[in-house]
């Protein structure tokens, strides 16, 4: 039986190590992890897409995205001949966005977000916040968090905002959660609900995914 070739791409900033739980029937599936590298100097949201396309070796690829990466895996399924682009905890187009992202479009409020924070992500987490959300969240980013350069973080941020696909494909699958804190559900149609999941359910709700992905990848 030939196996389905499926490549995940990480949201804005992570690793591959966010899909650490994430297990497909190994005889049916091989996952191939993709990473962030650093744009080119005025690099566009496609020509980024065709850098990373370049790591894609087998036609006929299923390309699964998380959140800003489901927004690349969108432009890469232009470039590659892909069986299926699979977005999680992300938007199919910028008429999904929730109102704050449409507002920092219009007073370009891109330009002026303080993305050097990223790069005290260690220094954050040893502060004593104690045992509550912000210290978990903080060691989370630690682990998650491999791509804490300035220039991918104010390119990452300005490309997302700026993203002019207005009308979503709709052979896209979308998976999203219904507690969705980042993308709102409301400001978003058709996608397949999942009860409790947060922007970050790729982690926490592996359990679903790992039960419904190979059932949502392989049917037509």
Known sequence: MEKTHVYFMPGMAASSTIFERIELPKDQFEIHLLEWVLPLDKET??????RIALDIKHENA?????????????????IVKAKKVIIISSVKSNAEF???????????????????????VELLAKLPFGEGKMNQRLKLYEKFLSMRDKKYLD??????????????????????????????????????????????????????????????????
Do not use: C
């Open 98 to 120: 929730p109102r704050r992202m449409k507002l920092a479009k219009t007073i370009k409020a891109y330009k002026v977000f303080p993305t050097g924070w990223a790069q005290n």
């Open 62 to 78: 299923v390309l699964i995205g998380v959140s800003f990466g489901g927004v690349l895996v969108q432009e890469m399924g232009k």
């Open 45 to 50: 949201l496609q020509e980024y897409a065709e």
């Open 155 to 220: 390119w990452a941020l300005e490309k997302i905002i700026l993203w002019d696909r207005a009308e979503p494909d709709e052979k896209v699958i979308h998976i999203h959660g219904d507690a969705d804190e980042v993308f709102p559900p409301k400001y978003i149609k058709n996608f397949i609900p999942i009860k409790g999941g947060t922007h970050i359910m790729i982690i926490n709700k592996f359990k679903w995914l790992n039960e419904n992905l190979p059932r949502i990848i392989l049917e037509n």
